[in-house]
C-alpha cells in the first residue's frame, strides 16, 4: 500500500492568482455570455439588449430582468466614457493586485449605463467628475482571460 503514494515535489514558491477567480469563466463551456469577452478581445464593450422591451442591462444577461425575456442581442457601448465619480484605493485590493495599491476606481457613464471600473493612466489627484475616459482592455498572462478598465 505504501508503495502506492505518488510523491511530488513541494513547490518551494506559491504564485497567488491574478484574480480570485478558480473557474474559466470565460469560456463558452462555462458561461452563456462568453460573447461578451470574445468582443472584449476585439477590443468592444459590449453588452445584451432586450429585444422585447429594449432595456440594456448590465451585466450582461441571457434572460431580461426587467420583462423575462431571452430575445436578446449585443449592444456596443463604444469606448469612450465619462467619468461620473471616483475615488482612489489605497488598502484592501483584491488579491493579487496588492502591488498597484494606491490606484484609482470610477464609476464611467458609458452607453446610458454606470460601470465600476479601474481608472489607469492617472493619479487621484489629477481626476475630475465629468473627464472623458477610454476602453482598456486587460488581458491576464497567465491564461489569457480578459477584463476591461478604463485609462485617462
Ligand atoms: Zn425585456
Redesign the pocket.
Known amino acids: 500500500m505504501k508503495d502506492d503514494i505518488e510523491k511530488i515535489a513541494q513547490p518551494e514558491k506559491i504564485t497567488l492568482p491574478q484574480m480570485l477567480d478558480f473557474y474559466p469563466l470565460e469560456d463558452e463551456k462555462n458561461t452563456r455570455i462568453s460573447q461578451f469577452f470574445q468582443n472584449l478581445k476585439m477590443g468592444h464593450l459590449t453588452t445584451t439588449k ?1 429585444k ?2 429594449r ?1 440594456v442591462l448590465w451585466p450582461p444577461r441571457v434572460v ?1 430582468s ?2 423575462m ?1 431571452d430575445d436578446l442581442e449585443w449592444v456596443n457601448l463604444g469606448t469612450e466614457g465619462e467619468l461620473y465619480a471616483f475615488t482612489e484605493m489605497k488598502a484592501g485590493a483584491p488579491l493579487g493586485f496588492e502591488k498597484d495599491l494606491p490606484f484609482c476606481i470610477g464609476l464611467v457613464k458609458i452607453g446610458g449605463l454606470l460601470l465600476s471600473s479601474r481608472i489607469d493612466g492617472v493619479r487621484y489627484e489629477d481626476l475630475k467628475i465629468g473627464q472623458k475616459v477610454q476602453l482598456k482592455v486587460v488581458e491576464l498572462e497567465n491564461d489569457g482571460r480578459v477584463f476591461y478598465r478604463f485609462k485617462v
Do not use: E
Request: charged share 0%; hydrophobic share 0%.
Open positions: 432586450c422585447s422591451c432595456s431580461c426587467n420583462c425575456s
